[in-house]
């Protein structure tokens, strides 16, 4: 019996050794977070670093006014830890998601004032700070104690930049004449950089139309309205430009700015703090300022560099 013993030795030994090789991987500590648009989502990667796993449901540039889940999206909510989204409605299908935790609406508590129920609030920079501080105090304690430092270093580089952005961009917009600061566009997307910056909004669909039809008498009242406003030009938020606004700047005699607008989420290629400065600077130069493009480099360059 005793030579049977050592005979099975060997091959109980490479049972176990095998059985070893095939258990399943040690648990991960890294949190799951779904952000839902293209801005939250750059705001949580550049916040989290390695500490969590970002899942992005919508693309950088996609519109989330018109977003529906998809199956492999409601999976990604199931197993996250944290669910992020704007709030004011930017997304109405982020109201109705279900998973395992309950979303957290980020501009909803970071801009408690929302007199208008405008979502667009990261047009201000200031707001885009608030927003992370919101996002790193629910990420900060899913974490464990040795990654949450790091993670708090890069809340204050990011909010130093955003405040950062906002002050360059008064001083861009100090360079327009004063009686020329005014935003022509289409949709009425921008009362939060508007504001800011003291310029005058001017929304030719959303305030002179019904369901965005243009007829005679809102192409005349269009017409008088931005004729007497200071405006330059008429600001897209797509290429090509609709017939509506061709037909808008044949009646004023405004050119349409060649460069869009990014209303709705990022730029291409673009981070928040590169379309940010994208688009203050297309509103500076087509209103007749002039924009320090080297300065607006840098504070992306610096945003890239937060790790």
Known sequence: MSGLRKSLRPLLIGLITAGAAFQLPAYSATPVVVAIDGVLCDLTRTLAGSAADVVCLIPADGDPHDYRLRPSDRKALANAELVLHNGYNLTPAAEKMSGSVSGVAVAELAIPTN????????????????????????????????????????????????????????????????????????????????????????????????????????????????????????????????????????????????????????????????????????????QGGQCDQAAADALIARWSAIN
């Not at 919101?134 to 405040?163: G, K, M, Y």
């Not at 003291?198 to 669909?205: C, D, F, N, S």
């Open 115 to 286: 007199p208008e129920n405008d979502p667009h609030v990261w047009h201000d920079p200031a707001n885009s700070a608030a927003m992370i501080a919101v996002v790193s105090d629910r990420l900060v304690p899913l974490l464990p104690a040795s990654q949450r430092s790091a993670v708090e270093a890069r809340e204050t580089e990011a909010i130093n930049i955003l405040n950062a952005v906002g002050e360059w961009g008064r001083e861009q917009f100090n360079t327009i004449p004063e009686k020329q600061r005014v935003l022509v566009s289409e949709h009425k997307a921008y009362s939060y950089l508007t504001n800011r910056y003291g310029l005058r909004q001017i929304t030719m669909l959303d305030s002179f139309t019904t369901g965005g039809v243009l007829r005679p008498s809102s192409l005349m009242t269009i017409t008088a309205e931005v004729k007497g406003s200071g405006a330059q030009t008429l600001f897209p938020e797509s290429l090509p430009v609709s017939k509506t606004m061709r037909r808008i700047s044949r009646s004023t005699g405004l050119p349409v700015y060649d460069s869009p607008l990014f209303a709705d989420g990022l730029a291409p290629d673009r981070s928040t703090v590169g379309t940010a400065t994208l688009n203050i600077c297309t509103v500076v130069n087509g």
